[in-house]
Structures are given as C-alpha cells and as structure tokens.
C-alpha cells in the first residue's frame, strides 16, 4: 500500500518565515545596541601641577632622609600649590614633620659626650636629623675624638650622602686605625661595600695590583 507523502507547508518564494524574520530582527536589534566606547584624548598635564608634583617629589625625598625641617618647608608650598590630591597628600605628611622636629633633648647637653650620646639614641630611632645636628656640635666641642667622626660617617652612609661618609671615616681612621676593622663588618656602611673608596679604606692589606684593578673596574 503507497503511502500518501504530506504535503509540507512551504513558503512562498520571497518570502520569509516568521521564524527568520524573527531572527534577523533580533541581530539588528542587537547590532544597533551594541555599547560604544569612547576613548578619551589624554588631558596634558598642567604646567603648574607638574611643578608643584616635582617639589612635592622632592619633599618625599628629604623625608625618607629624616630630613623633616627642609621636608616640612617643601610640603607646605605643595599645600599652597593648585593640585588637591597632592595637597592632601601633602598634609599628611607635613603633620608628621610637624610632630618630629619638634622632639628636643629632655635634658640641657653641654659637653661632646652629651651631644654624642644623644645623636646615638637618635640614630637608634632613625631621626638622622637631630642626630647629625648634635654630631656636629659634638664635633666642634671635640675636633679630635675619632669615634665622633665615625658616627658622622655612619650616619651619612644610612642617608645615602656617600662622599661625606667616605670623608668622615676617613678621618675616623686617620685619628684611629681601628676603626677600619669595625667598618669592615658594620651594618651601616652596607651601602659603601661596593664602593672602591670604602674598600681602599677598609682594606689597607690588600695588594697595590688588586687595588688599581678595583679603581679601574
């Protein structure tokens, strides 16, 4: 028995179904609401805020130096300056100049020792300001106590004034030859090790040939 074949529904030519009709809309649809992104030209940096953004640069610079009172006169002209976000930056850290240059000795220091011994206690809390201002006094109370140079040259090492630490050592040595021993194994001078001065200075025993091959390194 033959079996009758259904006609299927066909459309006419031309014409499309509902169900692609359907689907083409719906690409167009979304084509036409697809996002857009704009990207925007790159403002060029204001001459004065990229002023101020240097001095502000610098006043971090005299900070993590332990520098405060040169740190503090920098921060306040970022505050005057016309960026806020580096004013507020600023701020904070003019509050903290604030509250540590004004730590003064609790007790009146009179001789070398005194200012010695109070720079030590600063250098132990990392106030390298304080500490190489009383230093100074001590050096010029006792122009020929060597360990006082020794400190200045440690102190100079930690806050990254190189010549003057290879100065002062030297004069540490020079009144005390001792002194380049300690230097040999002291933390503070870990950023002169790869000085060619410092080893010069520290290694007196070394052979002239390694010492002209070291300077010419």
Not at 119 to 147: C, G, M, T, W
Request: one cysteine or more; aromatic letters at 8%; hydrophobic letters at 35%.
């Amino acid at each position: 028995m033959t079996r009758k074949r259904s006609k299927s529904k066909s459309t006419p030519r031309g014409k499309k179904s509902v169900r692609a009709v359907r689907r083409v809309a719906t690409a167009r649809g979304a084509s036409n609401h697809r996002p857009v992104f704009k990207i925007r030209p790159r403002q060029p940096l204001d001459p004065l805020v990229a002023q101020v953004m240097k001095v502000y640069e610098e006043a971090i610079r005299h900070f993590n130096k332990q520098s405060y009172r040169r740190a503090k006169d920098l921060f306040e002209k970022v505050v005057a300056g016309p960026s806020r976000e580096l004013a507020e930056r600023a701020r904070v850290h003019l509050a903290i100049c604030e509250q540590r240059s004004q730590r003064a000795p609790s007790v009146h220091l009179r001789s070398a020792d005194d200012h010695y011994h109070y720079a030590v206690s600063q250098i132990n809390v990392a106030n390298f300001e304080d500490a190489l201002a009383h230093l100074e006094k001590a050096r010029k109370l006792a122009p020929k106590a060597d360990y006082i140079y020794y400190a200045l040259a440690s102190v100079s090492s930690l806050t990254g004034e190189f010549d003057d630490a290879i100065s002062y050592l030297a004069q540490a040595i020079k009144l005390r030859p001792e002194n380049r021993y300690h230097a040999r194994n002291d933390v503070d001078f870990k950023p002169l090790e790869d000085d060619v001065r410092f080893q010069l200075l520290v290694h007196p025993d070394r052979p002239p040939e390694s010492r002209l091959g070291e300077l010419h390194a």
